[in-house]
Structure formats: structure tokens, C-alpha cells
């Protein structure tokens, strides 16, 4: 009895440990996900006002107004792609509309910069298509006027034909869940299909609608690549110009509290859409909404409607990149391309590895001990999504910086040695600004396969005995797999794309695919830059299938 006893407590005092090592964990994570933003504005407001006022009569009205017109037009393209494309292929029959259900999605491995190559390549003043024009016209140069592509519509474009798949993937999931009963309703009192959808259909969704936008206009923000490429000058550019170009740490924080300040409005906007704007179906039984047969000129109209973002937004950059490839110099299997792509998948697989472990921290400590405090922490783990590369760059580097050069004083006057930069020119800092970017995307993930596994079965298994860590271990793990497997590929492929952060982190001499194809691209050699594209393009259509194939089984 007394052995009994003895076993109980043990257990209790081991699952004790195991839920403070766990909650100190997790209160680290939330931590480091709040350091880069803290930094920032320690950063801004102590760094006088003579910068952010020489900024304000400078370049600081330029930043704002280009950044919301990107926004504005970015929010009107994606809208208008996402919802009409989702609502054509969910409402309605025509030819192909299997298969186009499933190709809308593929826009989305693209990051916006390739698409931008690839463009350029084509429609500048010495690309295959105006070139074509002057030899069939005989036009000089100044005899015509053709669309700049480098230019802030240019750049809106190439966002909104990557970027449209995250409003429609979340529109055509909220018309597939919609009951009949109420557009049926609105046609029965005399409404046409369009005024019913407008008035019934629309608003319902819009929870949805509001939460695609909203991620496209955070991800807009955020893009640095495309923007920079076509000489658009937003807050995003401002940032690496100040940092690197003037080296003013300065104006570069100040830039990034401005843009920290206008992300966090938007998230704050996204989740109050999802978690106030709700709307409930009358009655027990889901009826689906009917689906119209289109005939004749509206099967025409309906296909083409959908097949021109799949075309634009990802058949023919494709075919241009592989033409790009094969007429470049580059070889894909040289010395140095070779270390390019290494130095992306250890960046890329760690940083996953990383990301993954502490979304199953701070997702387990939350069901373990639910309460303000966990809750806080959860909270905290995800603002990462809504703040751009190039703001935990500097809120990152800032801080660190300042640790390295204390410590290299310090251990100059005391022990003569210089210790240089440890952590600044690291490649464990850059993987702690990617794990704060993309934690919130791997914690979605890992707390969608959790939902799954009951209580009872956490109760199960400690009344065999088990602690909180042996639980995750033994139970959670094995059940949570493929939720594992998704959140990890989800991030390596985000890691292999992202730009900003790379670019302003990486150590010395450590370049990657996305840095490589962005200087390639900056000395104009487009088709060099086609190469590596082609390749964070290849790795980016991995997450993209998987989308796919849980769009057809949904149907």
C-alpha cells in the first residue's frame, strides 16, 4: 500500500514537472514571437524624433500612399477573382468544371516576385511582345503606348493573381456549407439568381470572404520581392533601403513600426470578422444549394471567366520560366547552384522542425491548462502571421546587435579577445525570425488534427499512468501524424519563398535559391533568375496538391 502510494505521488510530481517544463515553454515561444515587435518600438520611439520628422516631409506620404493603393487594388482584384471564380465552380455546371475547381488552387505556389520575372521578361520594352508589335507595325520606340508593368498596377497584378486563391478557397468553402433554405426562399419571392446571390448568398459567406481579403492584404504588406523588382516604393522597401542602402537603424525601425501598426489593424480586423460576424442555418437539415446547368453563350462565358486566372496565374509563367531556364547559362547542377539549394533545405527543414515542435508546446500546454495564461500565450504565438519578414528582421537584428556589440566590449577590456557577432550573423537568428513568421500557420494545423483527438482519450491514458508528456508523446503524436507532416511542409515551402528576412539575416556568404533568383533579377539577367524560380516554384506545388486533393474530396 505504502508502495502504492509512493508510485501515485512519483507519478503526480513527474506530471507536475513535465506540465512546468511545458508551460515554461511555452511562455518562451510567446515570448520570442513578442521580442521583434517589442524591439521595434523601442527601437522607433528611441530613436528621436529629427528622423521620423525628416521622414515625414520625405518619403514617409509616398510609403503610405503607395502601400494602401496596393492594398486597395490588390483587395478589389482578389475579390472579384476569388468570389466569382468560387461561386461559378460551387453554383454552377459547365465544361471543365471539375478540373477547374482543383486548377484555381494552383496559382498559389507562386510567389509573387517569379510571377513578376516572368512577366517582365515578356512585356518590357525589350520582351517578345512589344518587340513583336514594332516589327509588325514598324513603331519606333515613341510611336505607341503600352501598359508599364513596372509599376504599382504591375505589381498589383502579379499579387493578385497569386494571392485571389486564398479568398477562394475560403469562399467556396463557406458556399459548399451554405443550406438552400434561404436562397431558395429569396427566389421563391421573385428574386433573380444574381439579386439572390447579392442579397442572400454573398452575406452569408462574407465572414469568409472578409478573412480571404484580409490575408491577401497582410500578405501584400509584407511582399518585398515584387515590389522592390518594379521600383514600387512601399513601407516594405523603405525598410531594406534605410537598413542597408543609408544605414540608418533609425529610420528603419521607425518604417517598421509604421508598418508593424497598420498589420496588426488588419489582424485585429480578421479576427474580429471571424469571431463576431456569424450567421446560423434555420433548421436541423442542410439542404445543398442547387447547382445550374449552364448552356450555350453562359457555359462559354463561364469557362473562359475561370480559365483566365489558371492561365495567367500559372500555365503560361510557367511555360516563360521553362523557356527563360533553357535559354539561361545557369546550371542547376553546378558547385554553386548546389550549395544554393543546400543552404535552402537546412534553412527550410530546420526552421520546419523548429516551428513544428513549438506549435505542439504551445498547442498542448493550451489543452492541458486551459486559462487566461495559456490562452495568452496561444494568442501571442500567432500575431507572427500578421507581422512582415522585414519588421522581425529588424526587430530581431536590433536588439541582438546591441547584445553582441556589449558582450565584444566587454570581453575586449576584460580578456583582450573579440568575440564578433554570435548571435547577429547566426543562422539560429534567422531561423528564430522564420519560426516567429510562420508559428501561427503550423499551430492552425496542429490544432486542426488535435480537435480530433477526444478527452477521453487524455483521461484514458492518465489513469494508466501516463504524464502529460507521455500522453503527447504515446497518444497525441501518432493520431496527430499527418497534421504533423502538413504543418511541417506548409512551413518549409513558406521558409524556401520568403525573401525579406533572408535577405537582411542570412550570415555572410550563405545565400539561397530566393536570394539568389532576386539578385539575378536585379542585374536584369531575368533568365538566370528563371532557374532558381523554377526550383522554389517545383518545391511550392507540394502544399498546393495536397490543397487540391482535400478540394476534390470535399466535393
Given at each position: 500500500?505504502?508502495?502504492?502510494?509512493?508510485?501515485?505521488?512519483?507519478?503526480?510530481?513527474?506530471?507536475?514537472?513535465?506540465?512546468?517544463?511545458?508551460?515554461?515553454?511555452?511562455?518562451?515561444?510567446?515570448?520570442?514571437?513578442?521580442?521583434?515587435?517589442?524591439?521595434?518600438?523601442?527601437?522607433?520611439?528611441?530613436?528621436?524624433?529629427?528622423?521620423?520628422?525628416?521622414?515625414?516631409?520625405?518619403?514617409?506620404?509616398?510609403?503610405?500612399?503607395?502601400?494602401?493603393?496596393?492594398?486597395?487594388?490588390?483587395?478589389?482584384?482578389?475579390?472579384?477573382?476569388?468570389?466569382?471564380?468560387?461561386?461559378?465552380?460551387?453554383?454552377?455546371?459547365?465544361?471543365?468544371?471539375?478540373?477547374?475547381?482543383?486548377?484555381?488552387?494552383?496559382?498559389?505556389?507562386?510567389?509573387?516576385?517569379?510571377?513578376?520575372?516572368?512577366?517582365?521578361?515578356?512585356?518590357?520594352?525589350?520582351?517578345?511582345?512589344?518587340?513583336?508589335?514594332?516589327?509588325?507595325?514598324?513603331?519606333?520606340?515613341?510611336?505607341?503606348?503600352?501598359?508599364?508593368?513596372?509599376?504599382?498596377?504591375?505589381a498589383a497584378l502579379m499579387l493578385v493573381l497569386v494571392l485571389y486563391p486564398y479568398v477562394y478557397l475560403l469562399a467556396r468553402a463557406a458556399f459548399l456549407q451554405q443550406s438552400?433554405?434561404?436562397?431558395?426562399?429569396?427566389?421563391?419571392?421573385?428574386?433573380?439568381?444574381?439579386?439572390?446571390?447579392?442579397?442572400?448568398?454573398?452575406?452569408?459567406?462574407?465572414?469568409?470572404?472578409?478573412?480571404?481579403?484580409?490575408?491577401?492584404?497582410?500578405?501584400?504588406?509584407?511582399?518585398?520581392?515584387?515590389?522592390?523588382?518594379?521600383?514600387?516604393?512601399?513601407?516594405?522597401?523603405?525598410?531594406?533601403?534605410?537598413?542597408?542602402?543609408?544605414?540608418?537603424?533609425?529610420?528603419?525601425?521607425?518604417?517598421?513600426?509604421?508598418?508593424?501598426?497598420?498589420?496588426?489593424?488588419?489582424a485585429v480586423t480578421e479576427r474580429t470578422q471571424r469571431g463576431k460576424a456569424k450567421y446560423y442555418q434555420a433548421g436541423k437539415r442542410h439542404a445543398a444549394l442547387p447547382a445550374?446547368?449552364?448552356?450555350?453563350?453562359?457555359?462559354?462565358?463561364?469557362?473562359?471567366?475561370?480559365?483566365?486566372?489558371?492561365?495567367?496565374?500559372?500555365?503560361?509563367?510557367?511555360?516563360?520560366?521553362?523557356?527563360?531556364?533553357?535559354?539561361?547559362?545557369?546550371?542547376?547542377?553546378?558547385?554553386?547552384?548546389?550549395?544554393?539549394?543546400?543552404?535552402?533545405?537546412?534553412?527550410?527543414?530546420?526552421?520546419?522542425?523548429?516551428?513544428?515542435?513549438?506549435?505542439?508546446?504551445?498547442?498542448?500546454?493550451?489543452?492541458?491548462?486551459?486559462?487566461?495564461?495559456?490562452?495568452?500565450?496561444?494568442?501571442?504565438?500567432?500575431?507572427?502571421?500578421?507581422?512582415?519578414?522585414?519588421?522581425?528582421?529588424?526587430?530581431?537584428?536590433?536588439?541582438?546587435?546591441?547584445?553582441?556589440?556589449?558582450?565584444?566590449?566587454?570581453?575586449?577590456?576584460?580578456?583582450?579577445?573579440?568575440?564578433?557577432?554570435?548571435?547577429?550573423?547566426?543562422?539560429?537568428?534567422?531561423?528564430?525570425?522564420?519560426?516567429?513568421?510562420?508559428?501561427?500557420?503550423?499551430?492552425?494545423?496542429?490544432?486542426?488534427?488535435?480537435?480530433?483527438?477526444?478527452?477521453?482519450?487524455?483521461?484514458?491514458?492518465?489513469?494508466?499512468?501516463?504524464?502529460?508528456?507521455?500522453?503527447?508523446?504515446?497518444?497525441?503524436?501518432?493520431?496527430?501524424?499527418?497534421?504533423?507532416?502538413?504543418?511541417?511542409?506548409?512551413?518549409?515551402?513558406?521558409?524556401?519563398?520568403?525573401?525579406?528576412?533572408?535577405?537582411?539575416?542570412?550570415?555572410?556568404?550563405?545565400?539561397?535559391?530566393?536570394?539568389?533568383?532576386?539578385?539575378?533579377?536585379?542585374?536584369?539577367?531575368?533568365?538566370?533568375?528563371?532557374?532558381?524560380?523554377?526550383?522554389?516554384?517545383?518545391?511550392?506545388?507540394?502544399?498546393?496538391?495536397?490543397?487540391?486533393?482535400?478540394?476534390?474530396?470535399?466535393?
Open positions: 500500500m505504502a508502495q502504492i502510494e509512493y508510485s501515485e505521488h512519483g507519478s503526480r510530481h513527474k506530471s507536475a514537472r513535465g506540465t512546468r517544463v511545458l508551460g515554461g515553454a511555452a511562455y518562451l515561444i510567446a515570448a520570442a514571437c513578442l521580442l521583434p515587435m517589442v524591439a521595434v518600438v523601442l527601437a522607433a520611439v528611441t530613436g528621436g524624433t529629427d528622423t521620423i520628422s525628416h521622414l515625414l516631409d520625405t518619403v514617409l506620404p509616398r510609403y503610405a500612399m503607395t502601400t494602401a493603393v496596393l492594398v486597395l487594388l490588390v483587395s478589389i482584384g482578389t475579390f472579384a477573382i476569388g468570389v466569382g471564380a468560387a461561386w461559378l465552380v460551387t453554383m454552377t455546371r459547365f465544361p471543365g468544371v471539375r478540373l477547374l475547381e482543383i486548377a484555381l488552387v494552383l496559382p498559389l505556389a507562386f510567389p509573387a516576385y517569379v510571377l513578376a520575372y516572368a512577366y517582365t521578361f515578356v512585356l518590357d520594352h525589350p520582351g517578345i511582345v512589344q518587340t513583336t508589335l514594332r516589327q509588325v507595325t514598324g513603331w519606333g520606340p515613341r510611336d505607341y503606348w503600352f501598359p508599364e508593368i513596372r509599376s504599382t498596377e504591375g438552400a433554405t434561404a436562397f431558395l426562399a429569396a427566389r421563391a419571392l421573385g428574386s433573380s439568381a444574381w439579386s439572390a446571390f447579392w442579397r442572400v448568398s454573398l452575406p452569408m459567406a462574407r465572414p469568409a470572404i472578409a478573412g480571404g481579403v484580409l490575408l491577401a492584404v497582410m500578405e501584400t504588406i509584407a511582399d518585398f520581392g515584387t515590389v522592390a523588382y518594379f521600383g514600387v516604393q512601399t513601407f516594405a522597401t523603405g525598410i531594406y533601403t534605410s537598413w542597408f542602402s543609408m544605414a540608418d537603424r533609425a529610420a528603419a525601425a521607425q518604417l517598421a513600426l509604421c508598418l508593424l501598426g497598420f498589420a496588426l489593424v488588419m445550374a446547368q449552364l448552356k450555350g453563350w453562359q457555359s462559354a462565358a463561364a469557362l473562359v471567366l475561370c480559365v483566365i486566372p489558371v492561365v495567367f496565374g500559372f500555365l503560361l509563367p510557367v511555360v516563360i520560366l521553362l523557356q527563360m531556364g533553357l535559354d539561361s547559362e545557369q546550371d542547376l547542377l553546378s558547385r554553386r547552384y548546389v550549395g544554393f539549394i543546400r543552404n535552402s533545405l537546412i534553412l527550410a527543414g530546420t526552421a520546419a522542425m523548429v516551428t513544428v515542435c513549438a506549435a505542439i508546446c504551445v498547442g498542448f500546454f493550451q489543452r492541458l491548462k486551459p486559462g487566461r495564461g495559456s490562452d495568452a500565450a496561444a494568442y501571442l504565438a500567432r500575431l507572427g502571421y500578421a507581422v512582415p519578414g522585414g519588421v522581425i528582421a529588424v526587430g530581431l537584428m536590433v536588439p541582438f546587435a546591441r547584445f553582441d556589440n556589449a558582450l565584444d566590449a566587454w570581453m575586449r577590456e576584460t580578456f583582450d579577445i573579440s568575440t564578433g557577432l554570435l548571435v547577429t550573423g547566426s543562422i539560429w537568428l534567422l531561423i528564430a525570425a522564420y519560426m516567429v513568421r510562420f508559428l501561427a500557420a503550423a499551430l492552425s494545423a496542429y490544432e486542426g488534427g488535435q480537435s480530433t483527438v477526444h478527452a477521453n482519450m487524455d483521461a484514458a491514458a492518465r489513469s494508466l499512468g501516463q504524464t502529460p508528456l507521455g500522453t503527447l508523446r504515446r497518444v497525441h503524436l501518432p493520431i496527430l501524424t499527418p497534421s504533423l507532416l502538413t504543418a511541417l511542409l506548409i512551413v518549409f515551402v513558406d521558409v524556401m519563398k520568403e525573401l525579406p528576412a533572408t535577405l537582411i539575416m542570412r550570415p555572410f556568404n550563405f545565400d539561397t535559391l530566393a536570394v539568389q533568383a532576386y539578385r539575378l533579377a536585379s542585374d536584369e539577367r531575368l533568365e538566370g533568375a528563371a532557374v532558381p524560380s523554377l526550383v522554389i516554384l517545383a518545391v511550392g506545388l507540394l502544399p498546393v496538391i495536397l490543397i487540391c486533393r482535400q478540394v476534390g474530396r470535399h466535393r
